[in-house]
């Protein structure tokens, strides 16, 4: 399993590596064709925004791993040990409930993009939909991990604002980072 995540990663790096290759080129060939030959390509922009909507949601998926989306750890730094952990679980359970009613919401979309078709390529919009069920299926069991990590105390726990109040602490007791 600890090679299967990087490797995972890797690929996922690579996809969204891919799709930005793939919107640059089909967005960019169709401003040339516009000004130059005043034609264009009429599925670059479907192709761009399938591309774009991938690589947002896969993004965000790495952004969860690494700890890397937006949060308030500053004030949660500043909160004594304890709140900071019960804040931390509050938060995690309130991720698991969004994350829920994402994967609900991606589900239906899916469901219905099966048998709606996009306007010049005519793929099934599914396949914009599904990049949410993909992001909320592979969110999930990190965010549930990471709630049974803090939960049972675990040292691998991720709790907002741990290291800044540690830092924070260390900078102010010196005794603390010794």
């Known amino acids: 399993m600890k090679q299967l995540t990087p490797r995972l990663e890797h690929a996922v790096e690579w ?3 891919l799709a930005l290759a793939v919107m640059v080129l089909a967005i960019g060939a169709n401003v040339v064709l516009r000004y130059a030959f005043n034609t264009g390509i009429p599925a670059a922009e479907e192709v761009a925004r399938l591309m774009f909507v991938w690589m947002i949601f896969l993004g965000a998926i790495l952004a969860l ?7 308030m750890e500053i004030l949660q730094a500043h909160l004594p040990a304890g709140l900071r952990r019960s804040c931390a679980i509050v938060s995690h359970l309130l991720m698991l409930y969004a994350l829920w009613l994402f994967l609900k919401g991606s589900w239906a979309q899916t469901v219905i993009g099966l048998d709606t078709y996009s306007t010049v390529l005519g793929f099934p919009t599914a396949l914009m939909a599904g990049s949410g069920l993909v992001c909320a299926l592979a969110m999930l069991p990190m965010v549930a991990l ?9 040292p691998a726990a991720r709790i907002p604002g741990e290291a800044q109040a540690h830092e ?3 900078a102010t007791n010196p005794e603390v980072s010794q």
């Open 15 to 17: 996809l969204m590596a």
């Open 65 to 71: 791993r690494h700890g890397s989306h937006l949060g």
């Open 168 to 170: 924070h602490a260390s």
């Open 146 to 154: 990471n709630l049974w990590r803090i939960v049972t105390r675990h």
